[in-house]
């Protein structure tokens, strides 16, 4: 019975791996394709892909558009969860449903109806607008992860600060957010991840300065190669190390 | 620092339920008052109002002389401390005390001198470097007494504070909270629904039900004097026994017509108001008295709840003749 359990466990761990292991194993091929049989271990993939001046480019505004649009989505999403969570509002449980609501919708339709949005009122596609369709897909994710958080203990926390001189913007900067501390930095760092992968919106609403799935699609295009791997490899090195600081602020959450 | 309240008939409601009817009430600087009844009885929504956290719906509030209409709780010169501490979990208990000082931007070093004396003000030196989840319940709401004490309030509104803490950390507590009130001279505004708090700490006791106030007076008279029914029954245990034109069950023992009322612990074998022979109904040792319940022969169904002396042995059945040595008269 143990046995079996570990040989699940492993199967489990395998069938989700197992893919990613391969990309990175093949990453290093010493040959031209990135397919069995393994011709040896290379890093010249790594250096043709680091020397390629459109791949660092569109890793630059990967990164700059992930950090951008997931700070200005944490934002709003946590005033907007402190304010529902603070006030009672008519009405207030439609609008927390209407603003978790786009996290029903897919990419898809969200990238078409913004670019309607930006072509009917005469905005240029740009990094700009890739980061405004990344603020409309983690919105809902940061409101909903900040609401979750708040609690009672918070709502007397802020009107003791309240009672001692605080104005509100100085009980959101010196209070709120720092009892919140460990769900802020989740909610950014989850931002950032789906941010950093994002392909249809990134694809849909950028032009000319575009992000790095979209420049690795553009090289697939060619056909394969293990330079593809190689970028494959530092995008899910970037995603996993997002993902594991995530994992320490909220493991390391104070009592 | 120090300031009167003034309290002017005041009203508060909830939709359609009156959490407060028309409340007036005179506190004087420095005083120590204690808010007091059953829950739901107007103390806190008072205590609420004081504090800025809610408006009433008529009346005034005024401190130091100043109308504190649409003031909200920071410009007023009131703190308060919570039930639940509320304490700021990510601060250092200095952090903490400092808070209030720090949004009226006194200086770090001076914010920290500040903490420290008030951190010893209350019972904890040498830890401003500490968390507040390091502190056992009361230690925090001495943390919490401290960062509402460090601004200097005018009045101290204490909402319910030792609640959460066990009987005997309580009436520790109690007393430390007379002793610092005396220290700093800040006028307390206290709110509990625990009689014998009140009349530990308290200068002047407020018994409220129904959003009025029911009673009003130093603990003594309130406790032996009674202005209402209400507050002799919320006070401990009393006999009440119905009086018309100076006629009782037990025959005349006061003129007028209302309610006599007698505590257990003021009736005896000896006294001034002779209440019959009585007949022992059930007795049980209650460690600094014997508590009893008595039937008077004249009036077998007015049963009588008696605290004997602890030396006292009494045996159910037993008939003994019954003296009141103190007594209030409630006017209907």
């Known amino acids: 019975m143990r046995l079996a359990g570990w040989l699940y466990l492993a199967l489990a761990y395998g069938f989700v791996f197992l893919p ?43 990164a700059l558009v992930a950090f951008v649009s997931s700070g200005l989505a944490l934002a709003m999403g946590f005033l907007a969860a402190h304010a529902l969570a603070r006030v009672r509002l008519p009405g207030s449980v439609f609008l927390r449903g209407l603003l978790i609501a ?12 913004l670019l309607t949005v930006f072509n009917q009122s005469g905005v240029k596609l740009s990094l700009w607008t890739v980061g ?7 919105l809902p994710l940061c409101f909903a992860i900040c609401y979750g958080a708040m609690g009672d203990h918070q709502k007397t926390a802020e009107r003791a600060a309240r009672d001692l001189g605080a104005s509100e913007a100085r009980v959101l900067w010196f209070v709120s957010a720092p009892m919140l501390a460990p769900a802020l930095a989740a909610a950014f760092f989850l931002s950032v991840t789906f941010s ?6 990134a694809f849909l609403l950028s032009r000319f300065d575009l992000t790095l799935p979209v420049e690795i699609w553009s090289m697939l295009r060619s056909g394969l190669s293990p330079a593809t791997n190689a970028i494959g490899s530092l995008l899910f090195l970037v995603s996993i190390s997002a993902v594991i600081l995530m994992e320490i602020f909220l493991f390391r959450r104070p009592k | 620092m120090t300031a009167n309240v003034s309290i002017r008939s005041v009203s508060q409601r909830y939709g359609p339920a009156t959490a407060l009817d028309d409340v007036s009430l005179e506190i ?4 120590f008052v204690v808010l007091l009844g059953p829950s739901g009885c107007g103390k806190t929504t008072l205590l609420n109002l004081i504090g800025g956290f809610a408006e009433p719906v008529s009346g005034t509030i005024l401190i130091g002389g100043k109308d504190m209409s649409g003031v909200s709780p920071a410009a007023r010169p009131t703190t308060t401390v919570f039930q639940d501490y509320a304490l700021f979990p990510h601060m250092s208990l200095a952090d903490n005390v400092g808070f209030g000082l720090r949004m009226r931007g006194v200086s770090r070093p001076e914010r920290r001198a500040k903490a420290e004396e008030f951190l010893a003000l209350v019972g904890l030196p040498g830890k401003a470097d500490r968390r507040p989840h390091e502190l056992s319940g009361g230690q925090r709401q001495r943390v919490a007494l401290a960062r509402a004490l460090a601004v200097a309030p005018d009045v101290l509104l204490l909402d319910e504070p030792l609640g959460a803490l066990d009987l005997k950390l309580r009436r520790a507590m109690q007393d430390e909270l007379k002793a610092i009130q005396r220290r700093v001279g800040t006028t307390f505004v206290h709110v509990t629904h625990d009689q014998e708090e009140a009349m530990a700490i308290a200068d002047r006791i407020v018994v409220m039900n129904a959003g009025k106030i029911a009673d009003i007076g130093p603990p003594r008279e309130v406790y032996l004097r009674p202005g209402s029914l209400f507050s002799a029954a919320f006070m401990g245990e009393i006999n009440q026994i119905p009086v018309r034109d100076g006629q009782t069950a037990l025959g005349p023992l006061v003129p007028g017509t209302g309610t006599l009322l007698i505590r257990p612990e003021a009736i005896g074998l000896h006294g001034t108001l002779p209440l019959g022979p009585c007949k022992v109904e059930d007795a049980a040792f209650f460690g600094t008295h014997v508590r009893a319940h008595v039937a008077p022969l004249a009036a077998p169904d007015l049963k009588l709840t008696v605290h004997l002396p602890q030396a006292s042995v009494v045996a159910v059945g037993e ?12 006017e209907a």
């Open chain 1, 132 to 138: 405004i369709g990344h603020v409309v897909i983690n």
């Open chain 1, 20 to 62: 990613v292991v391969v990309l990175v194993v093949f990453s290093f091929q010493d040959g031209r394709l990135p397919v069995p049989p393994f011709q040896g271990f290379s890093l010249r993939w790594y250096a043709q892909v680091v020397s390629d001046g459109a791949l660092m480019t569109a890793l630059w505004h990967s």
């Open chain 2, 28 to 31: 004087a600087a420095g005083e």
């Open chain 1, 196 to 201: 950093w992968d994002e392909f249809i919106i």
């Open chain 1, 102 to 113: 786009p996290m029903t919708v897919s990419y898809l339709i969200i990238a078409l109806g």
């Open chain 2, 319 to 330: 008939v003994m003749s019954l003296f009141a040595t103190d007594h209030a008269m409630l």
